[in-house]
């Protein structure tokens, strides 16, 4: 027989627990209720839950005064595939900001509609996307502090006073310290820093406030006493200027230099002065700033005579402000001898600077090993600021073993490079004297496919040869022609860092159809003239070129020149006075002057012309002499 009571019992206990479950849940719903969440739209609300009547509730519970949301399916009578205007977001938000309606399509059964399809609903601001997000007509709130991560507008920047400035980051989440500089007369004003050496004012060329004169390594022979480390900074404004050098931040010296004219301003020799090493100075560079735009050019020695005695091993270099440093260069240099490595020097103004060296795969390479370049020349080194890399080629005499001309230097941020020999022959055969060598070389960037080339003058009318060797600077063979033409002369450069080399005593235009590089070497005392010794500069490309230099000559020297190249049609004016004797080069339509130089004005002059042109300056005396580049523009090129 059944147990019909057991089942009774058994179904009666069900209907407790599902009576129980109710309420249970019930409860829950209500103490929800109790503790929901104050709205005043839907993105106040957590996921899943809609703003009713200032709470938020989940969908289909009620809100105040017994309202309840309506979820039940949409089963409004309307035609199929017709669609209907929807909206879901807050009253008076569509069509503001990025909010918009969309569009619900009515079944195919003609019962009700589908879901809103195309609308775009309110969302919380946001910091970097300059949009009005959540629909209340203000874009990123103002960027006011509290908007979701947004602390300021990107890129801005607001001055706390006359020097302190603060920057908003890229995407608007913090900010950055930075100073005005007041040792380049800088304020800050309008969220930014004002002044004559700011960056919208002084350009991208060879003029700036901002310099690290570098000792470079000379011959051991120099005597250091009496021959003296020097830096000669010309202000071309109308007004004085006040200049002041540093090292590791501390104040070497302080000058005023008038306005247009030029001061020497004589440096301690560094531990690099005579170096034959590898090795990394911390804080051996110098730092010149300027309180307005001047230009700098040093000398290694300044001098050729002093006290009765004679320095034998000088050059000089054209500096390059800090607002045209760049990433990449080339390296020219000169082939290690007995008497000393040839080298490449490189300065960081930026702490935490990584530097990477790659030899040309065409070179020698045989590097003294150190401070994180090897022996093959390649070689990646971390600089800080004021920091100065000297990297020393190895090898002697025996074949010229060695070159590390056409060494690329990368960074990741803008470095100053130099490349130069302790003391070299030229041509290598003449080995009466050797003599040092430096240039401070130009960024790739910078660099063109057009040069124009002259060889300077021993005295009036006579022409000291040079060794002028052009370097391809871009990837793959590059072709060279000449103007006027030569058919002994190479047409063509076998790879990126390769050169070759023209041994001439004329001017000439140099055309490549892709970028070169363009150094010019001096010869030796014994290789003609019984004057004068190795000096190395860079050839400008024509599309750098300027309208006005000023620059300066030693006056102890035997004699000194400026080579002028400029367009046939053009007066020149130096000091003032028209320059007159110019030669046509080629087919060219420029022509050039050699101008020896008076000695006036202390060696300060000023030269000048409508078009763009070029100089190059140079000194001799017995067994010694000094060339470089007056200046250039240092746009960088497409």
Same mark, same amino acid.
């Given at each position: ?47 899943? $839950? ?551 004005? $202390? ?36």
């Amino acid at each position: 027989m059944k147990n019909d009571g057991g089942w009774i019992m058994r179904k009666f206990f069900i209907v407790m627990q599902m009576i129980f479950a109710t309420v249970v849940l019930f409860s829950c719903s209500q103490s929800n209720d109790e503790e929901s969440t104050k709205c005043e739209s839907k993105l106040d609300c957590p996921f899943g $839950q809609e703003c009713v009547d200032g709470e938020c509730v989940k969908p289909g519970e009620g809100g105040n005064d017994n309202e309840t949301v309506d979820d039940a399916p949409d089963t409004t009578p309307c035609d199929p595939g017709d669609e209907i205007d929807c909206y879901e977001g807050p009253d008076g938000t569509d069509g503001i900001g990025i909010c918009k309606i969309g569009k619900k399509k009515c079944n195919d059964n003609g019962i009700g509609y589908s879901e809103c399809v195309g609308q775009v609903l309110p969302e919380k601001d946001k910091c970097t996307d300059n949009l009005d997000n959540d629909c209340n007509g203000v874009i990123n709130d103002g960027y006011e502090s509290g908007a979701e991560g947004c602390l300021c507008k990107p890129k801005t920047s607001e001055c706390l006073d006359g020097e302190n400035i603060i920057i908003c980051n890229e995407d608007g989440t913090a900010f950055t310290d930075a100073k005005c500089d007041p040792l380049q007369g800088l304020t800050c004003s309008n969220g930014a820093c004002d002044g004559d050496c700011s960056a919208g004012k002084i350009g991208i060329n060879y003029i700036g406030c901002d310099y690290y004169p570098t000792v470079l390594p000379n011959s051991s022979q120099l005597d250091f006493v009496n021959f003296k480390y020097a830096v000669a900074v010309s202000n071309s404004n109308s007004s004085e200027a006040t200049v002041t050098v540093t090292q590791n931040d501390n104040v070497i010296v302080t000058e005023s230099v008038p306005g247009n004219s030029m001061k020497i301003i004589f440096l301690n020799w560094t531990s690099n002065s005579n170096s034959t090493m590898t090795s990394i100075k911390q804080n051996e560079a110098y730092r010149l700033r300027s309180t307005k735009p001047v230009t700098l050019y040093q000398f290694n020695p300044l001098d050729y005579q002093s006290g009765g005695s004679y320095s034998y091993s000088n050059d000089a270099s054209i500096l390059m402000p800090t607002n045209a440093w760049n990433k990449e260069y080339m390296v020219a240099s000169r082939a290690s001898i007995e008497d000393g490595p040839g080298y490449y020097v490189v300065v960081a103004s930026e702490d935490n600077t990584t530097v990477t060296a790659t030899p040309s795969p065409t070179g020698n390479k045989d590097i003294f090993a150190g401070a994180g370049i090897n022996m093959d020349g390649t070689g990646t080194v971390v600089l800080n600021e004021g920091d100065v890399l000297h990297v020393a080629s190895a090898g002697k005499m025996d074949g010229l073993s060695v070159d590390i001309s056409g060494t690329i230097i990368s960074a990741d941020k803008p470095v100053q490079v130099f490349g130069g020999h302790n003391c070299t022959y030229v041509p290598y055969d003449q080995t009466a004297a050797c003599d040092h060598l430096e240039e401070s070389m130009f960024p790739i960037a910078t660099l063109g496919s057009d040069y124009i080339v002259s060889a300077p003058w021993i005295k009036l009318n006579t022409v000291k040869a040079v060794m002028t060797r052009i370097f391809a600077v871009d990837e793959g063979d590059t072709t060279l022609t000449f103007d006027p033409p030569n058919a002994g002369w190479p047409a063509t450069i076998f790879g990126r860092g390769s050169f070759v080399e023209i041994d001439s005593d004329m001017a000439f235009k140099i055309s490549a159809d892709k970028r070169i590089l363009v150094a010019q070497y001096m010869k030796g005392q014994g290789a003609g003239g019984n004057t004068g010794d190795p000096a190395l500069t860079l050839a400008v490309p024509v599309v750098q070129y300027r309208n006005n230099y000023l620059f300066h000559a030693p006056v102890n020297y035997d004699s000194n020149f400026v080579n002028v190249i400029a367009p046939g049609d053009q007066k020149v004016l130096l000091d003032g006075v028209e320059i007159t004797g110019f030669i046509p080069i080629g087919s060219t339509g420029y022509s050039t002057a050699n101008v020896q130089l008076s000695g006036t004005n $202390q060696g300060n002059y000023n030269i000048t012309s409508e078009k763009p042109f070029f100089i190059n300056v140079y000194g001799y005396g017995d067994y010694t002499s000094y060339w470089y580049p007056g200046g250039l523009n240092l746009i960088p090129q497409k």
